[in-house]
């Protein structure tokens, strides 16, 4: 599936974009805008979800520039990826929610059963108790100042990069859950904004 907006019939009125889109009339709202990023929210014919550009670094800025014309066609770019992915949802719904599930047992084992993820988090956890000990014993007077910042500073690193580790896992067991649909409308979005929809469309009354 292939949604283009028709460029020649969008209308943008102060947060209010409008789009046709395979002569359907699609409507969205303009959450961020701004010369480096633009976010867009889809109300209708689906609503729930919102996508955003990234953000444009400034030294860019001068060849993309979101506050002007640019803007106006990235916004209806992301509303129509929006609305396609609305679409593929619908028709395929269970098959999404099927791995929707593996993707959240997935979860489960790393948070709570893989070992090396477990021993990275209590890591952390001591880590986390030392530096608390390291400030007690500073306003103590048990250590100065130059012992209690050469203390820190190596836990500090050795938390940050953990932290780091921890964060690309996370994020790679989520592009692997759903590399499957990497060249469907699902992957023109950011994963986590499709976990939250998919999310929201099994459990409404959690939304």
């Known amino acids: 599936m292939n949604s283009t907006a028709d460029l020649s019939k969008v209308k943008i009125e102060d947060d209010h974009i409008e789009v046709e889109i395979d002569r359907v009339s699609v409507t969205g709202k303009i959450l961020e805008r701004n010369s480096g990023e633009i976010t867009i929210s889809i109300t209708s014919p689906y609503r729930g979800i919102s996508q955003s550009s990234g953000n444009v670094p400034i030294p ?41 599930a593996e993707y959240e047992k ?14 990275k988090r209590q890591r952390m956890d001591a880590i986390t108790q030392e530096l608390k000990e390291y400030k007690r014993a500073l306003k103590s007077g048990e250590i100065d100042s130059a ?15 953990l932290a780091l580790e921890a964060e690309m896992e996370s994020r790679m067991l989520l592009l692997q859950s759903f590399q499957a649909y990497e060249d469907s409308p699902v992957g023109k ?3 986590e904004n499709v ?10 009354e959690s939304g």
């Not at 997935?106 to 059963?113: G, I």
């Not at 976990?195 to 409404?204: C, G, K, T, V």
Request: hydrophobic share 40%; net charge positive; proline share 6%.
């Open 60 to 100: 860019l800025r001068q060849f993309r520039n979101y506050s002007g014309p640019a803007g106006a066609t990235k916004a209806a770019e992301l509303l129509a990826n929006l609305y396609s992915f609305c679409l593929y949802v619908e028709e395929h719904k269970a098959e999404l929610l099927a791995t929707l």
């Open 106 to 119: 997935a979860v489960h084992y790393a948070k709570h059963l893989d070992p090396v993820l477990l021993n």
């Open 147 to 161: 012992t209690y910042q050469r203390k820190l500073g190596p836990l500090k690193k050795e938390m940050e990069d």
């Open 189 to 191: 979005l950011w994963p």
């Open 195 to 204: 976990i939250q929809y998919l999310s929201a469309l099994r459990d409404p």
